[in-house]
C-alpha cells in the first residue's frame, strides 16, 4: 500500500501484485478517515509503550501493566469493566483495519486465493508491503475479519508477514540441517555499574541453555528436532562481532540490549560510548550467510522520525531486508522480560521442528495470546519481515522413507523418473505416482532457481485403457507463476496453469528457458 500522489493526504493506492491465480492482479484506492484516525489514536494511548524509557530488561509485566492501568484510570471506564474495554478496543481496531485493507477487489482476491490454498491443502502467504512510511507502525498483525474470528496473524490458514519493495537479490542457497545460533547481548541500563559484565554473561548462559534446550524438547510424534548450537557474544565490540560472524558458520543471528531508531536502520549498543547502525550490521549478516536475524530490542519494527515525518525505509528491519537478510524479526515497541523469554522458548521449538519461519512465528504469537491474554499488547510486539524472494524454509526436513504395499513393488526399470542433463545433477522419483517439483523442501525434486515457484509443477501418472489393458499415460501440471516449458521434438512450448501428456524423453525446463534442463524417462535409462 502507497500514499496517492496528486491526491489529498490521506488517501492510498491498495494494490494484488501476485496472487496464486491468473489474472489475481487488483487495484483499489482506500481513505484513511477520520474514524480510522481516531481509533488508531485510542489504541495508541493504552497499548503503546513508546512514551517509556527503552529498557529491555525490565522486571516481568511491569511496563505493560502499570502503564495500561494509568491509562485506564484516565480514559476508560470503572477498572471493574478496563478488560473488557480494551479487549473490545483490541478488537475494534483489528476489524477496522482488515475492513480498511480488503475491500472491493482486494477482498475478492483474497477469497479466491484462499480458496485455491484451501483446495490444496496449503497455508495461503500473505505478505505487507507497506510503502506509507506513517502507516508502519499500526499493527497490521491484529487484523481479524469479525468478531469470534482470530486474527490474520494467529494462522494456519494464512501465513502473514511484511516485506518491503527495492531489495538487493539473495544468492541461490542450500537449505541448512541444523540451527546455528549466534547469541549477542549488548549494552543495557542494567548493565552499568559494579557487577553489569557478570550479570550479562548470567543471562547469556541462561538464554543460550533456554535456546538450546527448547529445540530438543519435542513431543515423540514429532521426530527428532533439528540439532541446535548457540555461541555467545557479550558486550562484543564491532571488530569481534564481525570476525566472529566471519568464522562461525551462523544461520540465526539474536540479539538482545539497547537500541534505538535511526535513519540508518536505527542503533545498537553493543558497549558503553560503542554503537553500531543497521547499515553497518546489514553488511555483515548478509556477507557471511545469515538466514534469520532476532532482535529483542526496543523498537526494531519502527521507522525513525524527523520532525513531523516518517522516515521511509529507516526501521532496522527494512534495511536488514534492503541488504540481503532473508528473514528478520523485530519487535514493534518494548517486550518485558517475561514475554521476552517466552517469545524465545516457543520460536526456538517452531524452527527445531523444521517449520517455515512464518508458520514458527504463527504459533509463537499464538501462545504469548494465550498466556498474556488477548487485550495484552504482547502478542502484537513481534513482526516478521521476509525478503520478497525467501519462501520462509530455513532448515532441510529430514529424508523420508516411502511405504510401498507388498507384492506392487515396481522393478527399477520401470520407475519413471525426472533427471538432470547437466550440472548440477539431480534426479525425482515417480513415488505413488506422482512428482511434486518446486523451490520448497518439501517438493520430491528441489530446483533451486529464483524463477521456479515454492510448488512449481506435478508430474503424474493416469492409467487408461488402451488394446493391450491399462497403459500408463503421464502428464505434467503446472501450478506455478512463471510457468513451465517442454520440447515437443520441434521447438519448446510454454504451458501456465494448465497440464499435458508428457512422452518418455520429453525435455522439460521449469520456470523460465534459462532453467536448467531436465529429461522424463525411465531410471533405467537414466
Known amino acids: 500500500m502507497e500514499r496517492l500522489s496528486g491526491s489529498s493526504a490521506n488517501h492510498y493506492a491498495i494494490w494484488v501484485l501476485d496472487s496464486p491465480f491468473p489474472g489475481g492482479a487488483a487495484h483499489h484506492d482506500r481513505l484513511w478517515d477520520e474514524t480510522m484516525a481516531q481509533l488508531w489514536s485510542s489504541w495508541q494511548q493504552f497499548f503503546s509503550l513508546r512514551e517509556l524509557p527503552c529498557v529491555p530488561h525490565v522486571p516481568s509485566a511491569f511496563v505493560p501493566q502499570f502503564h495500561l492501568d494509568d491509562l485506564l484510570n ?18 475494534g481496531l483489528g476489524i477496522s483495519l482488515w475492513e480498511w485493507l480488503f475491500d472491493g477487489p482486494i477482498r475478492h482476491t483474497l477469497d479466491r486465493s484462499q480458496g485455491i490454498a484451501i483446495g490444496q491443502n496449503r497455508p495461503l502467504k500473505l505478505r505487507l508491503d507497506i510503502r506509507a512510511p506513517e502507516l508502519i507502525s499500526l499493527p497490521w498483525e491484529i487484523m481479524q475479519p469479525q ?3 482470530p486474527a490474520l496473524a494467529l ?12 531489495v538487493d537479490p539473495l544468492p541461490l542457497s542450500e537449505l541448512d540441517t541444523s540451527l546455528r545460533i549466534l547469541l549477542v547481548l549488548g549494552q543495557d541500563s542494567s548493565s ?9 554473561a548470567q543471562e547469556a548462559a541462561v538464554l543460550k541453555d533456554l535456546l538450546e534446550l527448547s529445540a530438543s524438547r519435542l513431543t515423540p510424534r514429532l521426530g527428532s528436532p533439528a ?7 557479550v558486550e562484543p565490540d564491532p571488530k569481534t562481532l564481525v570476525t566472529t560472524l566471519e568464522t562461525g558458520g551462523f544461520n540465526v543471528f539474536f540479539y538482545s540490549g539497547h537500541g534505538v531508531p535511526a535513519p540508518d536502520g536505527g542503533l545498537l549498543f553493543l558497549q558503553s560510548g560503542v554503537t553500531l547502525s543497521g547499515i553497518e550490521l546489514a553488511q555483515a549478516l548478509s556477507r557471511n550467510g545469515i538466514r534469520l536475524a532476532v532482535f529483542n530490542t526496543c523498537w526494531g519494527a519502527q521507522p525513525d522520525q524527523q520532525g513531523q515525518g516518517v522516515i521511509p525505509r529507516s526501521s532496522l528491519a527494512e534495511v536488514l ?21 517466552s517469545f524465545i522458548q516457543v520460536l526456538a521449538q517452531g524452527l527445531a521442528e523444521r517449520q517455515p519461519i512464518d508458520q514458527a512465528m504463527a504459533r509463537t504469537r499464538q501462545h504469548l495470546l494465550t498466556v498474556y491474554r488477548f487485550n495484552h499488547a504482547a502478542w502484537t510486539l513481534p513482526v516478521l519481515y521476509l525478503h520478497p524472494q525467501f519462501n520462509g524454509h530455513l532448515l532441510r526436513l529430514p529424508a523420508q522413507e516411502v511405504t510401498q504395499i507388498p507384492g506392487h513393488d515396481l522393478p527399477p526399470a520401470e520407475v519413471a523418473v525426472l533427471r538432470s542433463v547437466e550440472p548440477p545433477h539431480r534426479l525425482g522419483r515417480l513415488c505413488g505416482g506422482l512428482m511434486r517439483v518446486g523451490r520448497l523442501p518439501d517438493n520430491d525434486l528441489v530446483i533451486l532457481e529464483p524463477w521456479v515457484s515454492g510448488q512449481h509443477a506435478e508430474i503424474f501418472c493416469r492409467n487408461l485403457t488402451g488394446p493391450d489393458g491399462h497403459e500408463p499415460c503421464y502428464y505434467l501440471r503446472d501450478i506455478s507463476r512463471n510457468g513451465s516449458h517442454y520440447f515437443d521434438g520441434h ?8 497440464e499435458v501428456p508428457l512422452a518418455l524423453g520429453t525435455l522439460v525446463r521449469f520456470g523460465s528457458l534459462e532453467g536448467q534442463l531436465m529429461e522424463f524417462t525411465l531410471e533405467g535409462n537414466a
Open 321 to 341: 531486508l534492503h541488504h540481503g537478510v532473508p528473514a528478520v524479526l523485530a519487535m514493534r515497541d518494548s517486550i518485558a522480560d517475561e514475554e521476552a523469554l
Open 192 to 200: 552499568t555499574g559494579p557487577g553489569g559484565e557478570l550479570q550479562l
Open 147 to 149: 468478531p469470534g474470528r
Open 227 to 233: 540439532p541446535c548450537q548457540v555461541q555467545t557474544l
Open 74 to 91: 484516565q480514559v476508560s471506564p470503572p477498572s471493574s469493566q478496563a478488560g473488557g474495554y480494551t479487549g473490545r478496543l483490541m478488537q
Open 491 to 498: 521447438t519448446w512450448q510454454h504451458i501456465h496453469r494448465q
Open 155 to 166: 494462522g494456519p490458514q494464512i501465513l502473514l508477514s511484511r516485506t518491503t519493495d527495492a
